[in-house]
């Protein structure tokens, strides 16, 4: 098995900056992409970043030029800086990973158990 531990939430005013960490841990094989997904009240799920094993990155279009993700393959770690935070940012973040573990042949979504982003206008 495969787990996730996120740290770095809490409560900012509208402007103001937070670090998301996510490590894994566990009988890890491999990890392929990673990232952070959030979900607001009353709302979906929804994609904010991932970073693939080689770096590639992708952005939900309103957190681009606000929100880096960055990633440490040794340490099966990744962050998102959140710089100019919104009110609307507000959400749980959930941290992502496509990993196998020493048990399985096949790769699995992995969630972390989510910490809360409140942002305060």
């Known amino acids: 098995q495969v787990q996730l531990v996120e740290s770095g939430g809490g409560r900012v005013q509208a402007g103001g900056s937070l670090r998301l960490s996510c490590a894994a841990s566990g009988s890890i094989f491999s990890i392929a992409a990673m990232g952070w997904y959030r979900q607001a009240p009353g709302k979906q799920r929804e994609l904010v970043a991932t970073?693939?094993?080689?770096?590639?990155?992708n952005y939900k279009d309103s957190v681009k030029g606000r929100f880096t993700i960055s990633r440490d393959n040794a340490k099966n770690t990744v962050y998102l800086q959140m710089n100019g935070l919104k009110p609307e940012d507000t959400a749980v973040y959930y941290c992502y990973a496509d990993g196998r573990d020493y048990s399985s042949s096949t790769y699995r979504d992995y969630w972390g158990q989510g910490t809360q982003v409140t942002v305060s206008s």
């Open positions: 970073i693939t094993r080689g770096g590639i990155i």
